[in-house]
């Protein structure tokens, strides 16, 4: 593991928790950045220590995810099996996927298998094994699609 992994591992965390919170409220995104900067990134919350983040990656993540929100969701949507639509994806799985389809898009200085690994486990964090391989499934098929 290199140094970057564990500050990235924990900013992409705390992205997928971002996003879910900016899914559920309409904070906005200058709002919800700060807030994690001050409140969630490398703090005590419960006497659970969370890890220090890399703060730069972790609005990068964020602030790109929302940007590209119609295109992320087009290619999840297009990955998805026939009948299945994006609001039937439980909504922490969805913003795991378009984390890691942002990150595939937008990002390729990170390895494709770092990013699907990685949002793998952060998917293990909240779900079973069969929604982790449908994450898996997903985020392969859509690194497919757009680093060629």
């Known amino acids: 593991m290199n140094d970057k992994s564990k500050p990235r591992s924990a900013a992409r965390l705390a992205a997928v928790q971002a996003l879910y919170q900016h899914t559920m409220e309409t904070t906005p995104i200058a709002q919800l950045l700060h807030e994690f900067h001050m409140h969630r ?20 993540v964020v602030k790109g995810t929302v940007a590209r929100l119609e295109e992320i969701d087009a290619l999840i949507a ?18 795991i996927l378009r984390a890691g389809t942002y ?17 793998l486990d952060v998917a293990h964090a909240f779900f079973d ?20």
């Open 41 to 60: 990134l490398g703090a005590e919350i419960e006497d659970d220590q969370y890890a220090e983040a890399d703060v730069a990656f972790f609005d990068d």
């Open 78 to 95: 297009a990955r998805l099996a026939e009948g299945w639509s994006i609001g039937r994806l439980d909504r922490t799985l969805h913003q």
């Open 103 to 119: 990150e595939l898009l937008a990002r390729p200085d990170v390895p494709v298998g770092s990013v699907i690994n990685e949002y």
């Open 129 to 148: 094994s069969k929604d982790t391989r449908f994450a898996n499934g997903l985020l392969d098929g859509i690194a497919k699609d757009v680093r060629r």
